[in-house]
């Protein structure tokens, strides 16, 4: 009797690790992840054009495009649907709730992007891409990825808050507390020697205690 090989399942995206690479087709021409360099980029999925969730969360990207291109951001759409689907579905959305669809959406009928972003969720959806959005810095890492069940919406101002906080961190080499909004105290990193946590107390920030201090980004 001859072993049988189970299908083992493609690797998930890592966090700080190069995003997957794409070479693909999308209702702005083709689009490589090459593209981007230089630019931040937020790649959310979705799991089918014409459908309502999907309608809402779309018109909300669009509404706050301008935000994240002043953040150096770009926004890059995807559906295991055609061109001619997006196309029609963005007309759509325009002639009925009179909101222009700005950026690009991938054209996946291959699955090839949805799989090696782990969009495709056997137990949630085996033909479709579930709810998922990765931020992707200007030199091609993954830095956040967030995946949302088929039934609900997302929150795009908690993506636009999480851009900002990353951006933060990465210029000032500081945390951010949760909800933070820019303008607000950051964390210092805690110390990471006995010695600096004896003098952390000292170093004039606002301290409730050695491994927990905040500081005004302005100061």
């Known amino acids: 009797m001859e072993n049988e090989q189970s ?3 493609p690797a998930m995206p890592q966090l700080n690790k190069p995003a ?8 702005a021409g083709p689009r490589t992840l090459e593209d981007y360099k230089g630019r931040w980029l937020v790649l959310f999925s979705h799991p089918a054009d014409f459908t309502p969730v999907c309608t809402t969360e779309f018109m909300a990207f669009a509404k706050a495009h301008e935000k994240f291109q002043a953040l150096n951001c770009e926004l890059l759409g995807l559906s ?3 061109n001619f689907a997006h196309i029609a579905w963005m007309r759509n959305i325009e002639e009925k709730f009179g909101v222009e669809i700005p950026f690009p959406i991938i054209e996946d009928l291959s ?3 949805a799989g090696a972003y782990g969009m495709i969720q056997p137990g949630a959806s085996d033909t479709s891409a579930v709810r998922a959005t990765f931020l992707i810095d200007p030199e091609g890492t993954l830095r956040a ?4 069940p088929m039934s609900n919406g997302r929150s795009i101002d908690e993506f ?3 851009l900002e906080a990353l ?3 990465d ?3 500081v945390a951010t507390p949760e909800n933070w909004r820019r303008g607000e105290p950051v964390i210092v990193p805690p110390p990471a020697t006995a010695e600096e946590a004896e003098q952390r107390l000292a170093e004039g920030y606002d301290c409730t205690d050695w491994y927990f201090c905040k500081k005004d980004l302005a100061a």
Request: hydrophobic residues 35%; aromatic residues 10%; charged residues 15%.
């Open 7 to 9: 299908e083992l399942p």
């Open 20 to 27: 997957p690479a794409f070479q693909t087709n999308t209702t």
């Open 80 to 82: 295991i649907d055609s």
């Open 111 to 113: 699955m090839k992007v």
């Open 145 to 148: 990825m967030v995946y949302y």
């Open 160 to 162: 636009l808050r999480l």
């Open 167 to 169: 951006q933060t961190s």
């Open 171 to 173: 210029e000032h080499g």
